[in-house]
């Protein structure tokens, strides 16, 4: 029986784990932009961009691109342009994350058959776990108290925010979130945290040692920033451009700490399992497995 053809496009070292996991699950597998030792040999090193054009399924970078000119290969030294790679393409499915509007016209524009894997609930919310426990070690890398018995906000709650305040209480944090819906807030405190409507949000701020944020727009102005703890310690998770004006936090001396990419980082085994889940599921809905 023919070998299923799967290419990897850049990405950061959970690509590398799933092009083993593929590798030892008998895919024929290639990869570009994408450079590390694990890689096994059985894998296909492309040294072209063109020879993409062989493989039916593509999966690219989480997030795909971060400035929409080139793809997100922080392993690889080589610049792979949204351009050239949608050339090569033509013929395949991609698998693409977080892609911006902009980025799905031009799939689109390009005739290419793609979905965003971050937004089916399948993956975002298992991905949540290791983004949760990677949110917390950087929470503890960061600061000089405790989880436990400190005030925690979790702005959000969305696949990550749900996950995070869940894990946050597990720590014996005090946990407040922040929701618009009501039928979240409601949610919010019957699981036993503190809800806090997103137009009452300002009245609360100053209260937390710690301040995780999920909502990917930029919401929290000076006008937010202004009523801060001096001592908070402020997590991004939502994606670029995130959700606080960064130089103002500077400017106000604000512990920022900026955590994309966390699965990638702090558990790219459990990450690519769940890449490796999905791309099963996207065979599956593509008719290309049983
Ligand atoms: P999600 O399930 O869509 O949740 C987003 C949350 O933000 C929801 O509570 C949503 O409220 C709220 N929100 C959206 N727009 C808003 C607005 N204009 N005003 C107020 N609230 C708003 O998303 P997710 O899967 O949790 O992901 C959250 C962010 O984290 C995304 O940017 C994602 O790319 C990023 N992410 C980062 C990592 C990492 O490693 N750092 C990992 C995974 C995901 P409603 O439900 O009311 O719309």
Redesign the pocket.
């Known amino acids: 029986m023919n070998k299923l053809k799967v290419a990897i496009v850049g990405g950061d070292l959970r690509f590398v784990r799933l092009a083993q996991i593929l590798s030892s699950k008998n895919f024929d597998v290639a990869v570009y932009g994408l450079c590390h030792p694990d890689i096994p040999d059985e894998v296909t090193i492309c040294s072209s961009i063109s020879e993409l054009k062989h493989y039916p399924f593509i999966i690219g970078p989480i997030p795909f691109s971060k400035d929409g000119k080139c793809i997100f290969t922080p392993m690889c030294n080589s610049y792979v342009s949204v351009e050239q790679f949608f050339l090569a393409a033509t013929h395949s499915y991609v698998l693409g994350s977080?892609l911006s509007s902009q980025m799905c016209k031009l799939f689109e524009q390009h005739h290419i058959a793609y979905c965003d894997i971050?937004k089916m609930d399948e993956i975002?919310i298992l991905?949540?776990i290791p983004?949760a426990e990677?949110a917390i070690q950087y929470a503890m890398q960061n600061s000089e108290i405790t989880l436990h018995n400190s005030k925690c906000l979790v702005l959000?709650?969305?696949?990550?925010?749900k996950i995070l305040a869940q894990k946050l209480l597990a720590l014996g944090a005090d946990v407040s979130v922040e929701?618009?819906?009501t039928k979240?807030l409601a949610f919010i405190s019957t699981y036993g945290y503190k809800p806090i409507p997103?137009y009452e949000l300002k009245s609360y701020l100053n209260e937390f040692d710690f301040i995780f944020n999920?909502?990917?727009?930029k919401?929290l102005d000076n006008t937010y920033i202004d009523l801060f703890n001096p001592e908070v310690v402020y997590i991004e998770?939502?994606?670029a451009p995130g959700g606080i004006d960064i130089d103002y936090c500077q400017e106000k001396g604000i512990s920022y700490i900026p955590?994309?990419?966390?699965?990638g980082i702090v558990a790219p085994k459990t990450a690519a399992d769940i890449l490796y889940q999905c791309l099963l599921l996207t065979l599956r809905n593509q008719g290309a497995i049983l």
Do not use: K, Y
């Open positions: 977080v971050m975002a991905n949540a983004t990677g959000g709650f969305g696949r990550c925010g929701a618009r819906s979240d997103l999920t909502i990917p727009i919401l998770l939502a994606s955590a994309p990419s966390l699965p």
